[in-house]
């Protein structure tokens, strides 16, 4: 049951038709809407992403858009399922930490492309049709995993989690970059002396030990983090299995 396009009753976007009502053909689809809408999102942020800012920019009235997708929290799902379509799946090696490791990276390379994902990641919206291909395709990754499927699906939402609290951080450093009113070079010198005057007063040995070791501060930013981020997962893929 629908009211003025909008749905009266709780459903799934993905099993309502591409547009109710009768007449022509559709003018749009829910393909080009979630790419306007993710357009605007990786341009200007989610916070700008709008029914009446995507209906304007696919060239449709705002409230025929509601014939398409009826709820903001629909277009948010479509945006989310459609950047999901960009993974890899190749077919699995049989080394099934190396693949999910592949497919942490992507999930990283995903969000730095598009910094509006973390914000929308939900369970809500875990059951896509691009999500299920992914889901579908761990699945098989983890096929030489001996637990139970249901332990490597919680392994995938651990792996995925950690993805995007890592990434959630390097993209609030990043934003942090932007506003400073110096280089982020010479912040990171600045804060860089002070951290060694502090270890340099014998306070602080355990820490000191560690940094002399090569350890990248969390603080820290830059080309390094992605070697932080593989020994991450690295570790948290090696809790599972033998």
């Known amino acids: 049951?629908?009211?003025?396009?909008?749905?009266?009753?709780p459903e799934v976007i993905w099993s309502r038709p591409q547009r109710t009502g009768r007449g022509p053909k559709p003018a749009h689809s829910r393909g080009s809407i979630a790419a306007e809408a993710v357009r605007i999102a990786d341009v200007e942020g989610i916070d700008a992403v709008s029914m009446r800012r995507v209906a304007a920019g696919i060239g449709a009235g705002t409230m025929s858009l509601y014939n398409y997708v009826p709820r903001k929290e629909d277009l948010y799902e479509l945006m989310v399922d459609?950047?999901?379509?960009?993974?890899?799946?190749?077919?699995?090696?049989?080394?099934?930490?190396?693949?999910?490791?592949?497919?942490?990276?992507q999930a990283r390379g995903l969000m730095h492309r598009h910094p509006w994902l973390p914000r929308l990641l939900s369970p809500v919206h875990g059951f896509s049709p691009n999500a299920l291909r992914y889901l579908e395709h761990t699945l098989a990754c983890l096929a030489p995993l001996d637990v139970p499927d249901g332990e490597k699906l919680e392994l995938v939402a651990a792996v995925n989690g950690a993805v995007a609290t890592f990434v959630a951080g390097e993209l609030d450093l990043a934003e942090r970059a932007r506003a400073l009113p110096w280089s982020e070079?010479?912040?990171?010198?600045?804060?860089?002396?002070?951290?060694?005057?502090?270890?340099e007063t014998g306070e602080y040995p355990r820490l000191a030990a560690a940094l002399a070791t090569g350890a990248v501060p969390v603080t820290a930013a830059g080309p390094e983090l992605a070697d932080v981020f593989d020994r991450s997962v690295e570790r948290l893929l090696g809790a599972w299995g033998p």
């Open 185 to 199: 070079a010479a912040e990171r010198g600045v804060r860089a002396a002070w951290l060694g005057s502090r270890l």
């Open 1 to 9: 049951m629908t009211t003025g396009g909008r749905a009266a009753e």
């Open 82 to 105: 459609a950047v999901s379509g960009e993974y890899e799946l190749t077919p699995p090696t049989g080394d099934w930490r190396a693949d999910l490791l592949g497919l942490a990276r």
